[in-house]
């Protein structure tokens, strides 16, 4: 099984329609028998897992519900699924759970015969049912893609964990007894080594055959060839069957039989007791089966060039199971190899599926003495491979790709499932995710981004005086962009970066402190404790608090039902909370801020008075009430507008009938520069937010004063070209800031 990764983007060919009509063909008829035949295999072996120790004597039923699992599963899934050609079937982390299941039962002294039959039929039928409804459930209500956020070292644990449970039910199956604490020491027997080494031999062929030739027929071919081969042995040593059964070596002869226990509903309702004694165990069987099928699906996404839908094969998979377990059958998932290896044969379209079910069918109604000659060291040596490759994957090759602690992580929950069960593996699993998001989520910077009022400016475009209080005293408003999830942790180390920038502020004091929440998902109860000392050390520290994008609901529960506290005022949008604390700013360094009328500041920019003077007898006045629009969208840009006083705003219709504010000038400006050099239509409309007077200068006058005053075009042009690169560089700044 491969581990997880991300699907790329959507496949370039087009997905076979789903539920079309299967059509047989020679590669699907082959691909189809291939796949029965080696699922019957993995069958025989995943039912001894749990059909082992003293409940050995119900392997035929096992094989049975396995068999029914691979044609119902595969079937349902095949038709329902965008990759047409894949297939399904028990696996080994699925049964191991199914395996614990049953052995608690076993252990719990239910009783010999039928009951004790239908108590474990029951349990892992009705397991696999509600498994299979709550995977369905998680499709409907499409949170498939939730799935992949399960961390990788979480995941890695569940998977690591059940591989050495496999290897452990492999080495019990082949010495015939559930290996645990109490019977660990008789593996030192020697009738249970002869048995043990050569399944051990096995696993060891298998696993690095696999590696050197990975062809979807090597593992078939050897597990033919290592039946052979012992049967040889047993030939050519004069063993006889029954006498290799009496050693262990074969399973008991048996027909492959179906225990179907809701042919009598009050039957089956009383023996449900294992079942709800076990509920825990379901729950584990659902995070193995959807971690099962997330892995397999992903990477059949990728290996094929297949577009999948994770909602859509989870809730098939949930149906497929339901299905299963009401017709006799165990849990079954997607399989990744003999998905592949039905692509590789030529399986191009669902015949392959209908072939399989079809085949698994007539295994089950007459193939039981056939695999009653599998010899105990194969089913082993194939389970011990599973397993071992299982656990080699996660719990060594793993530390590669993830950090010391997530390996630990993996270890640990390996361990709990390995000493205490799924349930505490389940458990511990829950509450290790919990605490690596949680840790994982407090290292990342709640705060976005941490500028000045001198590298962050409203879209109000000011006078040259009025910028210039701001450049040298725009440090004193400090503006942080808040992100992510803020709970107690987070607000306290918000609180504490704040507190020590107050306090260590370096030219001058902090006299505004803007907070900007337009990127916060949420705000925990217990945070709000923390921004509550944030509130009252600013206003001992003389900063005044502002506060934008906060949510209803947070802004309640932090400044209170009743309004807004001196010293914290209140925006929904962060470009009104800038121009607030520019305002603010310029009103207290009023004397600072020397205003300049308007013949004065063109004399400034354009270098003289004299120039300026000349320039102003080719303007033309314009008084503008408030609300007036100067210039609409899409009109020529056929004028420059100074603004001598007043203010206008820049706004942008989108056409989905909101009107955005792009900017705002005030008096000592320039508008509808850009358009006009460009020569383009207006991108947005100029509108008077107050009584205005503009002098505009149109594209005839303009022509006028290059033909009459060339020095005063110069100038002009001179003007606007570094009224065009300040702001520019201050973008500029601010993007390099913002990327840091």
Known sequence: MSPPEEPHAAATRSPEP?????????????????????????????????????LAHLLPYGMGAMLIAVAVTTLILAMASRIPFVTAAPDSNTSTVLASIAAQ???????????????????????????????????????GRWVRFVPFSVLGGFLAGTGLLVARGAIGIVAGFRLDAHTLARLAEPQIIARVLPAIAFAALLLTVQRLWKHPLTLPGLVVGGVALIQAVFAAAGISPESARADGWLFPAFEIRVAWPWADPALALAQAGPLLDHLVDVVALLVVGTFAILLNVTSLELATDHETDLDLDLRAAGLANVASALLGGYFGTILYNRSLMNRRIGARDRSSAVVTALASVAILLGAGEAFAMVPTTVVGGVLLYLGAEQLVEWSVRARKRVSRSEFLTILLIMAMIVAFGFVTGVVLGVVVGCFTFVFNYSRVNAIKHSLTGKQLRSRLYRSAAENAVLDADGDSIRILTLQGYIFFGVADRIYRTIAEGIARAEGGPIRFLLLDFRLVTGVDAAAVTSLSRLRTFAERAGTRLVITGMGADTHRDWIGGGGERAGVRIFDDLDPALEWCEDALLGERAGAARHHGFREWLADELGGAEIAE??????????????????RQG?????????????????????????????????????????????????????AKESA???????????????????????????????LATRLVAANELVARLLR
């Open 635 to 687: 009109e020529d840009a056929d004028a420059i507008y100074f603004v001598e006083r007043g203010r206008i705003d820049v706004i942008l219709d989108p056409g989905d009938g909101r009107h955005l504010r792009i900017s705002s000038s005030t008096q000592c400006t320039v508008v509808g520069d850009i358009g006009y050099y460009l020569r383009v239509p207006r991108s947005a409309s100029v509108v």
């Open 614 to 631: 000349r320039l102003v007898s080719y303007l033309v006045p314009k008084e503008a009430a408030a609300g007036e629009t100067i210039c």
């Open 18 to 54: 789903r539920f079309a009509p299967p059509r047989l063909n020679p590669a699907g008829i082959a691909a189809g028998l291939m796949t029965a035949a080696i699922s019957s295999v993995f069958s025989l072996s995943f039912a001894a897992l749990i059909f082992s120790g003293p």
């Open 693 to 723: 007077r503009l002098q505009v200068l149109d594209r005839a006058a303009f022509g006028r004063i290059e033909v009459e005053f060339p020095l005063v075009a110069a100038a002009l042009h001179t003007m606007i070209v570094r009224i």
């Open 105 to 143: 039962i076993a252990a719990g002294g239910a009783a010999a015969g039928a009951a004790q039959l239908g108590a474990v039929s029951v349990a892992l039928l009705g397991a696999t049912a509600l498994a299979g409804l709550a995977i369905f459930l998680l499709g409907a209500a499409r949170l």
